[in-house]
């Protein structure tokens, strides 16, 4: 089974800054998904981002790019002029292109926004 | 568009009582889930459905059993909750290889 890391169980930020969350995944395949899910207080999952593993060009969705990096197995978040209303829980998750049934979710990164 | 709807949203069990989470999806969707989300863990597959009749373990099997329905409706099932069982519960559904999970909103699941 594929694994994620997220290597930052917490993380602050100020408001209207910027912050990187960081996620690496260990796959021996070539296609895959990658994805990031923000989990607000109201405990409900919402897709912020996602990157084909065979697309270089890095995804961006507003405030909210990723930095790809398919060599290193790195998918950075990066919330750019951060609001109060990005403070979640932050999942990063993995999926197969061939075998693409199952998902595989890292542990989450906390994210705090100060006022 | 009520895309993946869960219920019940919180559920109190005592010890050796039975229950069934129900989830039920209208995106036409083939693939279904059921995931518990502990602190710290994130989120663990429990089970899943590739399709209509079919059901796979995941990576906590031990305590539930699912049942696929019909496209639509994947049910979980606690038999005999033990307290090792209180998380949080979500049912995903997912079309396509390159479509993301869909979620429901979550059952908060208490076994005193």
């Known amino acids: 089974a594929q694994t994620v890391t997220q290597s930052q169980p917490e993380m602050s930020v100020q408001e209207a800054e910027t912050v990187t969350l960081s996620c690496t995944y260990d796959t021996s395949e070539s296609d895959y998904y990658l994805f990031w899910y923000k989990q607000p207080p109201s405990r409900q999952m919402i897709l912020v981002i996602r990157?084909?593993?065979?697309?270089?060009q890095n995804a961006t969705e507003n405030r909210f790019s990723v930095n790809f990096q398919k060599a290193a197995k790195s998918f950075s978040l990066k919330i750019s002029d951060s609001q109060l209303g990005d403070a979640a829980m932050y999942f990063c998750?993995?999926?197969?292109?061939?075998?693409?049934?199952?998902?595989?979710f890292g542990t989450g990164t906390s994210l705090t926004v100060i006022p | 568009n009520a895309g993946v709807t869960q219920t019940p949203k919180f559920q109190v069990l005592k010890t050796g009582q039975s229950m069934t989470l129900q989830c039920a999806q209208d995106?036409?969707?083939?693939?279904m889930y059921w995931y518990r989300q502990d602190p710290g863990m994130g989120l663990r597959l429990i089970y899943y459905s590739a399709s209509e009749g079919t059901t796979d373990k995941g990576e906590v099997p031990n305590g539930y059993n699912v049942s696929r329905l019909n496209k639509r409706e994947f049910s979980l099932r606690l038999e005999s909750a033990a307290p090792s069982q209180t998380s949080v519960y979500f049912c995903a559904s997912s079309g396509t290889l390159n479509s993301p999970l869909h979620f429901g909103n979550g059952t908060r699941l208490t076994v005193t």
């Open positions: 998750a993995y999926r197969s292109a061939n075998t693409g049934n199952q998902f595989y």
């Open positions: 995106m036409n969707h083939n693939s």
């Open positions: 990157q084909e593993a065979y697309k270089q």
